[in-house]
């Protein structure tokens, strides 16, 4: 009896040790996958942060208006995604924070939940715009002649841009309208129209108009923009000494129509600023875009530079 009794004793701290080691397994495989979720959340984070940044840069040299759509990873245990002068931050519930510094500012509220999704990244006046890209429909469906049930459906709206035209004046030559056959036709008209190397906003040199009398310039670009959904110029312009009455133009047309006005500066402004015009309206397989100027005196000039045709689609 007693033999039995000792057995049954050592069979119980057998079956203890034994319980205890499969604890200690269990525990330190749970400790190995969840070291291992941590390092696979603070990958997808970087990740994340990267391609975001990537983007964000692209927009911002493109200039205002300029747009990017991106599909991203957003890893799992997220407690917020902040967005806040140039740094964004990626917090988990665990209190590590990974952060990214911009050298522009960016501006934006976005969704923490985990999963993948659609960023919309858009250069604006003075900042980058970092959005959610979702459009939320609603479709409904018939059951029976007594009930209708109604389903919510999140889709990404799509953009994608296309730079059509580019100059920013650097590979024109120094005399009037040597543009090296980037523009259609040119004529400098009673005055000049050439690059100049005095009052450029990037690079080297930028379109000058100065000394018409009348206006019968003009510089010229034809293009096919049948193709695409949107249609923008982008550009930056100055004027100096422009008098009241004289301006810098822009003209569009279309093979069936003359020209309409899409941009005039007045007397202007003394320091470039951005412009981004949209002209879909007048999109075609043969549509024109037309610069011209009234400034008529040699003090008297309008710039254009780094003049941009996007196509969006």
């Not at 990958?43 to 990537?54: G, H, I, P, Q, R």
């Not at 709206?157 to 650097?170: A, Q, S």
Request: with cysteine; hydrophobic share 35%.
């Amino acid at each position: 009896m007693k033999k039995r009794g000792q057995a049954a004793i050592e069979m119980i701290v057998i079956l203890a040790v034994i319980l205890s080691i499969l604890l200690i397994i269990i525990k330190l495989n749970s400790n190995s996958f969840s070291y291992s979720s941590r390092l696979e959340n603070e990958a997808k984070a970087k990740t994340f942060l990267s391609d975001v940044e990537n983007a964000a840069k692209n927009v911002y040299r493109q200039g205002i208006g300029a747009r990017q759509k991106i599909y991203v990873v957003v890893p799992d245990n997220l407690q917020s995604i902040n967005i806040s002068g140039k740094t964004m931050n990626v917090v988990f519930n665990n209190g590590v924070i990974f952060s990214k510094k911009f050298s522009f500012n960016i501006s934006g509220s976005v969704n923490s939940n985990e999963g993948n999704k659609f960023f919309l990244i858009e250069a604006k006046d003075s900042y980058v715009s970092i959005e959610s890209d979702t459009l939320s429909v609603t479709t409904s469906t018939i059951g029976s002649t007594t009930s209708t049930s109604t389903t919510t459906m999140t889709l990404p709206i799509t953009y994608t841009n296309t730079t059509i035209f580019y100059d920013n004046l650097e590979n024109w030559n120094s005399s009037n309208c040597e543009h090296n056959n980037l523009w259609t036709t040119c004529n400098n008209g009673d005055g000049d129209v050439r690059r100049d190397d005095d009052d450029e906003y990037n690079g080297t040199y930028a379109l000058k108009f100065d000394d018409h009398d009348a206006d019968i310039n003009y510089l010229i670009k034809c293009l096919d923009l049948g193709s695409y959904s949107k249609i923008y110029l982008k550009f930056y312009w100055k004027k100096e000494g422009l008098d009241s009455g004289e301006y810098g133009k822009i003209d569009v047309n279309m093979t069936s129509s003359s020209y309409v006005q899409v941009f005039n500066s007045g007397t202007g402004t003394s320091g470039y600023v951005a412009n981004l015009i949209d002209i879909t309206e007048y999109s075609s397989s043969n549509s024109c875009i037309k610069i011209h100027a009234l400034a008529s005196s040699n003090s008297d000039k309008f710039y254009i530079d780094d003049f941009t045709v996007i196509g969006q689609s």
